[in-house]
């Protein structure tokens, strides 16, 4: 019977190393982050100079990197509830200060697009949204979501007036801030038609046919492993290529991800208009666009260089389309030309480049 006990031995060892094996990637984690001194989430944007003055910027980073979101149809993803010192958000809608009213159907001004809309970079009281309730004294609601194309927007108003049985939408004006998303994201080789950026890792998540099978049970080594050997500096294969786009070595996709932009833009319009409210189609600005000053950031990098090949491709053509289509449509590209503290990375901006948006912005709004 020695051999029966033998077997059994290296089975239970075996099995052992394997459960050590799954369990060293959460476990060696948390170790690395206590000696590291990474639980307080440390984002480098908090130390650039334009927060030198302002107390919450550390505070709103650690917040943010405590968002989370959760699947919806239609809209893909929106950020659960969360209550701290910088960041508010009830039913998926951050807080807009100065703003009497929150997601419900008798606010002036509806505003849609990704995070800087949503405004990542500043406190609730200095998201631009925030800023416009503030010095236009109306209601406002903030209805942006970081990385969202302006197709998500599109869906979520949708949501909107379905679920709250908005007919009439006289005296409303809804606006639509985008241009940064839908480059970055629907430039990317392997993004198809109108698919966001999460479409690829949810499609592999659904089509998976095996309930219980080797990829699933070693996912997180994998990435834990991916995660150390970038550390040390040595790539997987799989890790070797940067990002890739199409948008700026092929026309025909530039002008297809500026046609459906605009196009979305239009549905948006038609929607909004035909229930008699208003609706402004705005290009925002992007650190690639433009005479910004922004020597402090560093976008060197291949991958910084070929995506600022990307909105110089697709810009041009979205100017195009827009003016000639029967919108309400404004370029802000130019807002932030000679800022020298506006931008905390290629996109999203800090809380005095809000006040020269808000400047632009009521000015035409209310015209």
Request: charged share 15%; glycine share 6%.
């Amino acid at each position: 019977m020695n051999w029966i006990k033998i077997i059994f031995v290296n089975i239970l060892i075996a099995f052992s190393l394997l459960g050590m094996l799954l369990l060293a990637p959460p476990i060696l984690y948390s170790i690395y982050s206590i000696v590291s001194g990474n639980t307080t989430h440390s984002d480098k944007r908090a130390e650039l100079d334009l927060y030198n003055d302002i107390t919450w910027a550390e505070r709103h980073f650690f917040e943010f990197s405590e968002l989370s979101t959760t699947y919806y149809d239609f809209i893909t993803w929106r950020r659960n509830e969360y209550i701290g010192e910088t960041v508010n958000i009830t039913n998926g809608v951050r807080a807009t200060i100065g703003s009497q009213t929150q997601n419900n159907d008798i606010a002036d001004y509806y505003f849609f697009g990704g995070s800087t809309t949503w405004g990542t970079g500043v406190n609730d009281a200095n998201t631009y949204p925030s800023l416009i309730a503030q010095r236009t004294s109306t209601n406002v609601v903030n209805f942006g979501e970081t990385g969202y194309i302006a197709r998500q927007s599109l869906a979520y108003l949708n949501n909107f007036l379905i679920n709250n049985s908005i007919h009439n939408m006289s005296g409303r004006h809804v606006v639509f801030y985008d241009g940064i998303n839908d480059v970055a994201n629907r430039c990317r080789s392997e993004i198809n038609g109108l698919g966001t950026s999460r479409e690829h890792q949810i499609q592999t998540i659904l089509t998976s046919n095996q309930k219980y099978g080797f990829s699933k049970l070693f996912e997180q080594l994998k990435h834990f492993l991916q995660a150390v050997m970038h550390k040390l500096g040595i790539q997987s294969g799989s890790q070797l290529n940067e990002v890739t786009y199409s948008c700026s070595s092929n026309p025909d996709r530039a002008k297809e991800d500026a046609r459906t932009l605009v196009q979305t833009w239009q549905a948006a319009s038609n929607l909004v208009t035909r229930q008699g409210g208003n609706f402004t189609a705005i290009l925002q600005p992007v650190a690639y666009i433009g005479n910004p000053n922004i020597h402090y950031l560093d976008l060197t990098s291949s991958d910084d260089l070929a995506l600022g090949m990307q909105y110089e491709a697709v810009y041009p053509f979205i100017k195009q389309f827009a003016e000639a289509r029967n919108l309400n449509f404004l370029d802000l590209t130019d807002v932030y030309n000679n800022c020298d503290n506006c931008y905390i990375d290629f996109g999203h901006v800090g809380p005095q480049a809000h006040q020269l948006l808000v400047e632009r912005l009521v000015q035409n709004l209310q015209e």
